[in-house]
């Protein structure tokens, strides 16, 4: 059964820093891996997709690698700003990518940014 | 619509009673997911439907919940008798398609459940 670790669980650094955070697979037979991000009280937010032929995706300050055969992904964000608080979620997808494998989440990274 | 819309965004019920939560996806979307996010937990898949189908609901907790869409669109999703470990937040996705392409997915807001 694929397993899910996000490490740190939470991380609060001052505003302009650049960070990383870390997502762990145990099953590196994935089909994609999304990043995510939910502010409280909200759904989530995609924020990348990287399909498992890619090896990373870039928006804006984000950018997400991904590692297959090591069964890892990283967030890193730069220049972080107070509006980046919020809880990161790290998801993979199963299998040939048809939906009925659904997505296994992570627990999570609380970040916090301080002004 | 232009997002995943979910309703009711709370609801508190007594043990022991039924309650059935709704989600109305992007319109278009063919694909629906239902997930559930406990206290202190991850996102835990629950089900999925590629049109009015479910292929496979082994993913529901137990045979209290279950699940209904149709018409391609509007999903219900069922608990009965309720227990306090329901207590969670209800998630709904729903994304264009499956199979080769994956256009990832569009989650609602959700539905905190509190069964007291």
């Known amino acids: 059964k694929q397993e899910v670790t996000q490490i740190p669980a939470a991380l609060s650094v001052p505003e302009g820093e650049n960070l990383v955070l870390n997502c762990s697979f145990t099953?590196?037979?994935?089909?994609?891996l999304q990043w995510f991000r939910q502010d409280p009280g909200k759904g989530l937010t995609s924020l990348l997709l990287i399909q498992s032929s890619q090896r990373e995706q870039t928006s804006g300050r984000l950018n997400a690698s991904l590692d297959k055969s090591s069964g890892r992904s990283t967030l890193y964000i730069a220049a972080s700003q107070p509006g980046d608080s919020a809880t990161y979620l790290c998801?993979?997808?199963?299998?040939?990518?048809?939906?009925?494998?659904?997505?296994?989440f992570g627990k999570g990274t609380h970040l916090i940014i301080q002004p | 619509g232009a997002g995943v819309s979910q309703s009711p965004s709370n609801k508190v019920t007594e043990k022991g009673k039924d309650v059935e939560l709704r989600c109305d996806p992007i319109s278009g979307h063919t694909a629906l997911y239902w997930y559930r996010q406990s206290l202190g937990q991850g996102l835990e898949f629950l089900i999925y439907f590629q049109g009015n189908s479910a292929p496979d609901k082994s993913g529901l907790p137990s045979d209290r919940f279950s699940a209904e869409r149709t018409g391609g669109s509007v999903s219900t999703l069922t608990i009965q008798r309720t227990q306090q470990e329901d207590s969670a937040v209800y998630l709904c996705a729903s994304s264009l398609g499956t199979g080769s392409l994956d256009y990832g997915y569009t989650f609602g807001s959700g539905t905190r459940l509190t069964v007291v």
């Open positions: 099953d590196s037979a994935i089909y994609n």
């Open positions: 998801a993979v997808r199963q299998g040939s990518g048809g939906g009925a494998d659904g997505l296994t």
